[in-house]
């Protein structure tokens, strides 16, 4: 190994796992996000917050590539994000992604939804992905539903599958792009209780959510958006207790009135 690649393998292994430079995004003449720069480190746990438009979403997708970038860079794990083709299907095993819908294939049941991308992109054999889907199924506490189709699950244990399909990818990172709202209120805790125990076993996540109890507890950071543009950072007890913008103050007033 060259010193130039022993020095890149080291960066990747110890800098920042996803760093955003610079990072602009339009649609049409609405600039969605605003000169975003932000370094997410190994094991952190980064809650992104803000009123409805404010970018956060779009920010989630970036990081996957699902939005592609009109300016500026993102990196993950020391290389930039691929731009097409088998490199980016590899990206995106590595970035676990859970949405608000749950995406599952209906016609295929939960063990099946947990294993394709294993046995597909991964190339696992069946019966190694069986036995890893089973292991995170029962991680999420769904393993006795392995043989049932999505439509005889409950919301919550339809994301919950969801969170276990992500993780079947190993991921460095893994995105949730506000995972319980379109949950019922009873069914929201179960699946914010497998994200804390995520954070707490070590997993680098990035959160968009309106559960704000969810980000004072399992958040190392709380990144605030407003209009595109990051307002201001911080840990969840300065952020909450004495947050620093006008913008902040306003939204946290109002969400944590009710």
């Not at 990747?12 to 339009?26: F, I």
């Amino acid at each position: 190994m060259t010193a130039a690649a022993r020095e890149s393998s080291t960066a990747s292994s110890t800098g920042p796992l996803v760093v955003l430079d610079h990072v602009n995004k339009w649609f049409g003449d609405l600039h969605v996000l605003q000169d975003i720069n932000m370094a997410i480190n190994r094991g952190e746990v980064v809650v992104v917050i803000g009123p409805s438009g404010s970018g956060k979403s779009t920010l989630c997708r970036a990081i996957n590539r699902l939005e592609t970038i009109n300016d500026g860079s993102i990196m993950l794990d020391g290389q930039p994000l691929p731009q097409e083709g088998k490199q980016l299907a590899n990206l995106r095993a590595e970035v676990g992604m859970v949405f608000q819908s749950f995406n599952l294939f209906a016609h295929k049941t939960i063990l099946e939804n947990v294993t394709l991308g294993p046995i597909k992109v991964r190339k696992l054999s069946k019966k190694d992905a069986d036995e890893l889907a089973q292991r995170l199924l029962d991680r999420v506490g769904v393993a006795h539903q392995a043989n049932k189709y999505p439509a005889q699950l409950s919301g919550g244990q339809q994301q919950r599958v969801a969170i276990a399909r992500a993780l079947a990818m190993e991921p460095k990172v893994m995105l949730f792009d506000e995972p319980t709202s379109a949950l019922d209120p009873e069914m929201i805790k179960e699946v914010l209780d497998v994200m804390v125990d995520l954070a707490k076993g070590g997993m680098t996540m990035i959160v968009v959510t309106h559960e704000m109890g969810f980000a004072r507890t399992a958040a190392d950071r709380v990144v605030f958006m407003s209009d595109g543009q990051i307002v201001e950072e911080n840990t969840p007890d300065e952020f909450f207790t004495n947050p620093r913008s006008d913008r902040a103050k306003d939204f946290l007033g109002k969400i944590l009135k009710h």
